[in-house]
C-alpha cells in the first residue's frame, strides 16, 4: 500500500540533545513537508522540499534542520536550539504542481524531559 | 500573507442533527482550500478541497464545503451527523501553486457528538 509512514510514533529526548524524526513515502510524490501541531493552535509550517537536494524555510525553521538526499526520504532533525521541541510533529507530501492535495502521516509525538 | 480563522473552537451536536463549521480566509488571489479531518493522535485525512469552478464541494464521508468569495468563507456543512464525526476539523488554504509551498491552517473545530 502506498503512504506516508513516520518514525518513531513517541520520541523522549533530553535536554540539550538533538533529535531526528523519520518521514518516508512511496507516493513517487515531488514535494515533501513537516508541520508542527501544538494543542490549540493548528498546524504550522517548519521547513517544506519540492524537490531532491533542495528545501525552503516555514514559517518556524528555527531550531530545525532537514535533508533531502532521495526522493522518498525527508527527516527532520529537532535541536538543542528549538526552545520548546515538546510537540506532535506531522510530515507530509504531494504532488507538487497546482490543485494537489497533500496527504499526511500518522505522526511522531515529541517530548522533551 | 494568508490566513485562516475558524471561529469556533468547540462545537456540540447531537447525533443525527445538522452540522456546520465555519472558516474565513484571508488571501489577495483565488484561493485553494481545503477541509481535513484528524482524529486524536493521529495524520490528518482530507475531506474535501475546492479550487475552482462550482463553489458547491463535495467531500467524503457525507461532508460538503459552499465557497463564498463575498464573504471569504469556506463552511464545512453535514446533514446528519454519526457519533464516528467526532474529531478535530481544520481548514486550511494553499497560496500560488495550490499548496506547493505549504498549507496555511487555522487553529482547528473539536466537534464532539452527543448520544
Known amino acids: 500500500d502506498g503512504g506516508i509512514t513516520q518514525s518513531p510514533k513517541y520520541l523522549f529526548r533530553k535536554e540539550g540533545q538533538n533529535v531526528t524524526l523519520s518521514c518516508e513515502q512511496n507516493?513517487?510524490?515531488?514535494?515533501m513537508y513537516w508541520y508542527r501541531q501544538d494543542p490549540g493552535q493548528g498546524l504550522r509550517l517548519i521547513y517544506y522540499s519540492q524537490i531532491v537536494n533542495d528545501f525552503q524555510k516555514g514559517d518556524i525553521a528555527e531550531g530545525y534542520s532537514v535533508s533531502r538526499e532521495k526522493k522518498e526520504s525527508f527527516p527532520l532533525t529537532v535541536t538543542s536550539a528549538q526552545k520548546n521541541p515538546t510537540a506532535f510533529y506531522l510530515c507530509a507530501s504531494s504532488v507538487a504542481r497546482d490543485m494537489n492535495e497533500q496527504f499526511f502521516g500518522p505522526g511522531t509525538r515529541l517530548t522533551v524531559l | 500573507a494568508q490566513s485562516v480563522t475558524q471561529p469556533d473552537i468547540h462545537i456540540t451536536v447531537s447525533e443525527g442533527a445538522s452540522l456546520e463549521l465555519r472558516c474565513n480566509y484571508s488571501?489577495?488571489?483565488?484561493?485553494?482550500l481545503f477541509w481535513y479531518v484528524q482524529s486524536p493522535g493521529q495524520g490528518l485525512q482530507l475531506l474535501l478541497k475546492?479550487?475552482?469552478?462550482?463553489?458547491l464541494v463535495q467531500g467524503i464521508k457525507g461532508f460538503e464545503a459552499e465557497f463564498k468569495r463575498s464573504q471569504s468563507s469556506f463552511n464545512l456543512r453535514k446533514p446528519s451527523v454519526h457519533w464516528s464525526d467526532a474529531a478535530e476539523y481544520f481548514c486550511?488554504?494553499?497560496?500560488?501553486?495550490?499548496?506547493?509551498?505549504?498549507?496555511?491552517f487555522g487553529k482547528g473545530t473539536h466537534l464532539i457528538i452527543q448520544p
Open positions: 486550511a488554504v494553499g497560496g500560488l501553486g495550490g499548496g506547493a509551498d505549504g498549507l496555511t
Open positions: 507516493l513517487n510524490h515531488d514535494a
Open positions: 488571501y489577495g488571489a483565488t484561493p485553494y
Open positions: 475546492y479550487f475552482s469552478g462550482d463553489t
